[in-house]
């Protein structure tokens, strides 16, 4: 596609339910990045993947969350047992390689509300 | 002490001003600038990108990078309506993909 989509743009679920985000790519884009955006703050990194691997899972604050890229296209954020601290907007990132050279296409995100 | 710091503002200026925004960083690694333009209920846009230390200009908008003061600029010449927005500035050095960022400072310009 043109850019990278994100869904859903809202969630609102409770606490203590699983949810899964989707995030598709920039088509040819081999890397793609995730990112939490809390609310007045900058992008934090939560995981990179380079192809179907996790290059770099060292943001991901604990083994709640957890990511796939099965076949190096798509992505999947999934968060178990939500917290209302899990409260953000994510977003989805992906570059043509794993450098920065061509920069980063985000996303516009997905609003993730835990109540 | 964070690894960016970015005053969050909020900035508000007459249309036709020029703009400076700001950040320092502690991370001597850094060898990545960028900023970055994010409307409200989107994601960052890339506006600027340096490596290392220099300025570079593209049409209204100059980046400076002081790696010595460890301190980064953002300049905005001719400020429009449309540029009213927050302003990220984001870093990366040693891993070469993972990008730090400020909080973003949000700008508003007035008609």
């Known amino acids: 596609g043109a850019g990278v989509s994100q869904t859903p743009s809202n969630k609102v679920t409770e606490k203590g339910k699983y949810v899964e985000l989707r995030c598709d790519p920039i088509s040819g884009h081999t890397a793609l990045y995730w990112y939490r955006q809390s609310l007045g703050q900058g992008p934090e990194f939560l995981i990179y993947f380079q192809g179907t691997g996790a290059a770099d899972d060292s943001g991901l604050p604990n083994d709640r969350f957890f990511a796939v890229r099965p076949e190096g296209s798509v992505s999947t954020l999934k968060i178990q047992r939500t917290e209302r601290g899990d409260s953000a907007v994510y977003l989805c990132?992906?570059?043509?390689?794993?450098?920065?050279?061509?920069?980063?296409?985000f996303g516009s995100g997905t609003r993730l509300t835990v109540v | 002490q964070k690894e960016v710091e970015q005053d969050p503002g909020p900035l508000s200026v007459p249309e036709g001003a020029i703009v400076s925004l700001n950040c320092t960083y502690s991370?001597?690694?850094?060898?990545?600038f960028m900023w970055y333009r994010q409307y409200s209920r989107k994601g960052p846009e890339l506006l600027m990108y340096?490596?290392?230390?220099g300025n570079k200009e593209d049409g209204r908008f100059t980046a400076q990078v002081d790696k010595s003061s460890k301190y980064i600029s953002l300049f905005i010449r001719d400020s429009q309506p449309s540029d009213s927005a927050t302003y990220l500035c984001a870093t990366s050095g040693g891993s070469n993909y993972k990008l730090t960022f400020g909080k973003g400072t949000l700008l508003t310009v007035n008609p």
């Open positions: 990132a992906s570059s043509l390689d794993g450098g920065l050279n061509y920069g980063y296409t």
């Open positions: 340096t490596y290392s230390s």
């Open positions: 991370n001597s690694a850094f060898q990545y």
